[in-house]
RNA sequence: UGGGGCGUAGCCAAGUGGUAAGGCAGCGGGUUUUGAUCCCGCGAUCCCAGGUUCGAGUCCUGGCGCCCCAGCCA
């Protein structure tokens, strides 16, 4: 963490960090002001970090700041439970837009009179084209388009026409107020694009007030324009719109001259981005919400458990570009596994319990222990564990018949228990299934805490849970949403849904003191992962999240036919 | 056959004419009371072909490949 923070301070070097120097350096700007403009139509997911880390860090380094801007110009898609929604996750992301807390929806008057303005200069026009004769008129990729009927009618007439559309006196796709540029551009957004069109709906913010409304051409430069707005960073399937956003800012009277630059959108492997695809998962079920754990969403990785910084960390490795890119999920984990690693506090936890009793341990005895919170940190203090005659080990812990390079319990076989005793296999208890339900074994008193005085030596530690003690729990372990590395590469995205995401243990056994874990608190199950305590925890019933488990090279071993 | 971008290792990414940083992944090895962490070591004819230059990933010319754009979405 405190490493992130000293990395984060040297100056970073990347192509938009590089033009704003520039801009600098040679007088063009004299302050930053960037903004973070999502619309209100889903939740913040990590693509969306990448540009709140770039354009609230851009506004830090440079001692400038960054506004939070809901566009907010379509009202048929957006929705308030999204404005709040947003708000917290930037917040929880670390960042703070301080007063600086804008909507386009409150430009809708000035939008609205410099529409008019374009009109009586000549520039734009109400055109009465259905949205199916705009389309054709538009032309194709190869073919320059026509001019509408309606082009040239007198700038008066279309004043009056959009004066009556936003009296409401038109249904929706009536009529549509067109900038008038060039319909034979290669840049089919220069063709004269919508900028109005009506729509009887609601608004979030402005419920009735308006039937016509911007589009996003029309809003997003000039409400950068009024905020006041330096630099305005977006992804590139935006740079075709430049050439538009200039056009308008030059042909408006406009207080500022806002620069947009594009970067690339982050891909992550396995997962899916886009907010369609994640509105529909979300719609159709295939996850419990926008706060799923198994969601790319900041709410899920939330609720997962991955820390902010993680993902700061993430973003500021994965640099800054402008080429297309699709990064591995790994160096996300890696980057959750490093930030959880520093800060979490180590704890025992068995998953999937194998009962053991130790025979030469009195039944009624019983004993604390004491255990590191941190083994690579002293200052995080220890705790006491109950120690018994009958305890709770890992399944996998033992094997009755183990490969050559198992190094953990098996009949005859002595291992140390973490921070407790050395314990030997005496015999396994089979069940009529002929499965193994209980191990019979003992344990030698000279090595409390784990060390025999002999110098006696033991291959594997293995962690346990004291059977008397134990606080039952639910644990839920989570695998990519998806199976595929490119999800939808070759076909529906949704039949690419990995079947195995979620795997629920209803029957775990946790050391006691995780009964006071904090909601959201990160906490390693030492030797399995890094967990934290989910909110359908209630009284008698803990439920955990894994985050992510340890890297585990014993199960490449396993893997490469060391069976 | 239009317009706009992008091509450096499996995945990201530095490099701005002087002889290819770094991270992730992978593979070896060491330490270890977490098979974790930590530490050490290993990988590139820079999309291709010509050209300019003493010298090219960087400059020029010509190709090839990939991404985005024909919403009254953002």
Same mark, same amino acid.
């Given at each position: 963490?405190?490493?992130?923070?000293?990395?984060?301070?040297?100056?970073?070097?990347?192509?938009?960090?590089?033009?704003?120097?520039?801009?600098?350096?040679?007088?063009?700007?004299?302050?930053?002001?960037?903004?973070?403009?999502?619309?209100?139509?889903?939740?913040?997911?990590?693509?969306?970090?990448?540009?709140?880390?770039?354009?609230?860090?851009?506004?830090?380094?440079?001692?400038?700041?960054?506004?939070?801007?809901?566009?907010?110009?379509?009202?048929?898609?957006?929705?308030?439970?999204?404005?709040?929604?947003?708000?917290?996750?930037?917040?929880?992301?670390?960042?703070?837009?301080?007063?600086?807390?804008?909507?386009? =929806? %409150?430009?809708? #008057?000035?939008?609205?009179?410099?529409? *008019?303005? $374009?009109?009586?200069?000549? +520039?734009?026009?109400?055109? &009465?084209?259905?949205?199916?004769?705009?389309?054709?008129?538009?032309?194709?990729?190869?073919?320059?388009?026509?001019?509408?009927?309606?082009?040239?009618?007198?700038?008066?007439?279309?004043?009056?026409?959009?004066?009556?559309?936003?009296?409401?006196?038109?249904?929706?796709?009536?009529?549509?107020?067109?900038?008038?540029?060039?319909?034979?551009?290669?840049?089919?957004?220069?063709?004269?694009?919508?900028?109005?069109?009506?729509?009887?709906?609601?608004?979030?913010?402005?419920?009735?007030?308006?039937?016509?409304?911007?589009?996003?051409?029309?809003?997003?430069?000039? =409400? %950068?324009?009024? #905020?006041?707005?330096?630099?305005?960073? *977006?992804? $590139?399937?935006?740079?075709? +719109?430049?050439?538009?956003? &200039?056009?308008?800012?030059?042909?408006?009277?406009?207080?500022?001259?806002?620069?947009?630059?594009?970067?690339?959108?982050?891909?992550?492997?396995?997962?899916?981005?886009?907010?369609?695809?994640?509105?529909?998962?979300?719609?159709?079920?295939?996850?419990?919400?926008?706060?799923?754990?198994?969601?790319?969403?900041?709410?899920?990785?939330?609720?997962?458990?991955?820390?902010?910084?993680?993902?700061?960390?993430?973003?500021?490795?994965?640099?800054?570009?402008?080429?297309?890119?699709?990064?591995?999920?790994?160096?996300?984990?890696?980057?959750?596994?490093?930030?959880?690693?520093?800060?979490?506090?180590?704890?025992?936890?068995?998953?999937?319990? $194998?009962?053991?009793?130790?025979?030469?341990?009195?039944? &009624?005895?019983?004993?604390?222990?004491?255990?590191?919170?941190?083994?690579?940190?002293?200052?995080?203090?220890?705790?006491?564990?109950?120690?018994?005659?009958?305890?709770?080990?890992?399944?996998?812990?033992?094997?009755?018949?183990?490969?050559?390079?198992?190094?953990?319990?098996?009949?005859?076989?002595?291992?140390?228990?973490?921070?407790?005793?050395?314990?030997?296999?005496?015999?396994?208890?089979?069940?009529?299934?002929?499965?193994?339900?209980?191990?019979?074994?003992?344990?030698?008193?000279?090595?409390?805490?784990?060390?025999?005085?002999?110098?006696?030596?033991?291959?594997?530690?293995?962690?346990?849970?004291?059977?008397?003690?134990?606080?039952?729990?639910?644990?839920?372990?989570?695998?990519?949403?998806?199976?595929?590395?490119?999800?939808?590469?070759?076909?529906?995205?949704?039949?690419?849904?990995?079947?195995?995401?979620?795997?629920?243990?209803?029957?775990?056994?946790?050391?006691?003191?995780?009964?006071?874990?904090?909601?959201?608190?990160?906490?390693?199950?030492?030797?399995?992962?890094?967990?934290?305590?989910?909110?359908?925890?209630?009284?008698?019933?803990?439920?955990?999240?894994?985050?992510?488990?340890?890297?585990?090279?014993?199960?490449?071993?396993?893997?490469?036919?060391?069976?």
């Amino acid at each position: 963490m405190s490493e992130n923070n000293a990395q984060a301070r040297e100056e970073v070097h990347d192509f938009i960090r590089d033009i704003i120097r520039d801009d600098l350096a040679a007088g063009r700007s004299d302050s930053v002001v960037t903004r973070f403009p999502p619309e209100p139509n889903g939740y913040l997911h990590i693509g969306h970090a990448k540009s709140m880390c770039l354009n609230f860090g851009v506004a830090e380094e440079f001692g400038g700041r960054c506004h939070l801007r809901f566009d907010d110009t379509n009202p048929v898609k957006e929705e308030h439970e999204f404005i709040e929604s947003i708000q917290e996750d930037v917040r929880w992301l670390g960042f703070d837009w301080g007063r600086h807390l804008y909507f386009a =929806s %409150d430009n809708f #008057e000035a939008l609205y009179d410099w529409a *008019c303005h $374009l009109i009586r200069n000549g +520039h734009a026009y109400v055109d &009465d084209l259905s949205a199916e004769e705009i389309r054709t008129h538009r032309g194709s990729l190869t073919e320059p388009g026509k001019n509408s009927p309606y082009r040239d009618r007198a700038a008066d007439e279309s004043l009056d026409l959009f004066a009556r559309m936003r009296a409401g006196e038109f249904s929706d796709g009536a009529r549509v107020l067109r900038a008038k540029i060039d319909m034979a551009s290669g840049n089919i957004n220069l063709r004269d694009p919508v900028i109005y069109r009506i729509l009887h709906a609601a608004h979030p913010r402005t419920g009735d007030a308006w039937c016509i409304y911007p589009t996003y051409d029309f809003a997003h430069g000039q =409400s %950068d324009a009024i #905020e006041g707005v330096t630099h305005s960073l *977006c992804t $590139l399937e935006f740079e075709d +719109h430049r050439p538009l956003y &200039d056009w308008l800012i030059d042909n408006l009277p406009t207080p500022g001259r806002p620069r947009q630059y594009e970067f690339s959108r982050l891909n992550l492997t396995y997962t899916v981005l886009s907010k369609r695809r994640l509105t529909q998962l979300v719609a159709q079920r295939h996850v419990t919400g926008w706060d799923d754990p198994r969601m790319p969403s900041l709410a899920g990785l939330r609720r997962r458990g991955v820390p902010p910084a993680a993902i700061r960390d993430f973003v500021r490795r994965v640099g800054l570009t402008k080429s297309d890119n699709l990064i591995e999920v790994a160096a996300l984990e890696h980057c959750i596994r490093e930030e959880l690693n520093q800060t979490a506090a180590r704890r025992m936890a068995v998953l999937r319990p $194998l009962k053991v009793v130790i025979e030469n341990y009195a039944e &009624d005895q019983t004993e604390e222990l004491e255990a590191a919170n941190h083994p690579a940190d002293p200052a995080a203090g220890t705790r006491m564990v109950p120690f018994g005659h009958e305890l709770y080990i890992e399944q996998a812990d033992f094997m009755e018949d183990p490969p050559k390079k198992f190094f953990r319990l098996a009949p005859g076989r002595e291992v140390r228990l973490r921070y407790a005793y050395f314990l030997t296999c005496r015999e396994a208890v089979k069940n009529d299934a002929g499965e193994v339900v209980e191990l019979r074994c003992t344990y030698d008193p000279a090595t409390r805490g784990g060390n025999a005085p002999d110098g006696r030596k033991v291959k594997a530690t293995i962690h346990w849970v004291s059977a008397a003690h134990a606080m039952p729990a639910e644990v839920r372990l989570y695998d990519h949403l998806f199976a595929r590395p490119n999800p939808g590469a070759e076909g529906d995205f949704l039949d690419d849904i990995n079947p195995d995401s979620l795997n629920v243990l209803e029957d775990c056994r946790l050391e006691p003191g995780l009964a006071d874990a904090k909601p959201g608190e990160a906490i390693q199950f030492e030797r399995e992962g890094y967990f934290c305590p989910d909110p359908d925890t209630a009284p008698g019933r803990a439920v955990f999240n894994r985050t992510i488990g340890l890297r585990d090279t014993w199960a490449k071993v396993r893997a490469k036919g060391g069976k």
